[in-house]
């Protein structure tokens, strides 16, 4: 497992292309906290372009098992709230109708989202990020941010992990419609939207990594 503790800044895609492999990994996993994802577009390298790392990285999202993505999804904050300073992906995987699995959590910390102590550099690069993503929160009223919190925890007892979205642009009014509109999806489906909206922080993250964000 690549050390993400030790992970240096990357200026460009060609600093990235010449990285070794567990810098290259530690890099990625603050795109997206899945050491399978990180492992596969590391080994894919050298890269041509960004749109063609992009474009690698979001078929990996795509392709990652459930458990892949919810090792993810344990790197975001709830929206609303601030981000965590540490967290671990989960041990276990959820049960398919929603309640816990043994050994996977408490009845007040939702699974999926864990506390992860062991990568504390890798969680403040991330907490930064997250931070700017969810900027839509910073001027709502407490109106808002107490039905975003009821919403986040009614989303998490309808699917047993953290509501994702790319909240990137979104204002808390916004980002509250679409969690009410996706507490009505089927499991099947909400999975579905969870690997497009990964899909899409994944890929504003990693122009951020190689200082490519506007």
């Not at 474009?55 to 965590?84: F, K, N, Q």
Request: with cysteine; glycine share 8%; hydrophobic share 35%.
């Amino acid at each position: 497992m690549p050390n993400v503790n030790s992970a240096p800044p990357v200026s460009g895609l060609a600093a990235f292309n010449a990285l070794g492999a567990e810098e290259a990994e530690a890099g990625l996993l603050a795109c997206c906290a899945c050491r399978a994802f990180a492992r596969e577009v590391a080994a894919s390298r050298p890269y041509r372009d960004l749109d063609r790392l992009a474009e690698t990285a979001e078929a990996v999202v795509r392709g990652l098992d459930w458990s892949g993505v919810r090792e993810a999804l344990a790197a975001h904050p709830r929206i609303g709230e601030p981000p965590r300073a540490a967290e671990r992906p989960p041990a276990e995987e959820p049960s398919r109708e929603g309640g816990p699995v043994p050994g996977s959590g408490s009845a007040d910390r939702p699974e999926g989202h864990p506390e992860r102590p062991e990568h504390p550099e890798r969680s403040e690069r991330e907490a930064a990020w997250s931070r700017g993503e969810q900027a839509g929160v910073d001027t709502a009223g407490k109106d808002i941010l107490d039905r975003l919190a009821e919403g986040n925890h009614a989303y998490e007892r309808r699917f047993g992990h953290v509501y994702l979205i790319c909240a990137t642009g979104l204002s808390a009014e916004e980002m509250l419609a679409r969690l009410t509109e996706r507490l009505g999806n089927d499991e099947d489906t909400e999975r579905d939207v969870v690997r497009t909206e990964l899909a899409k922080i994944t890929r504003l993250r990693l122009a951020k990594l190689l200082g490519a964000a506007p």
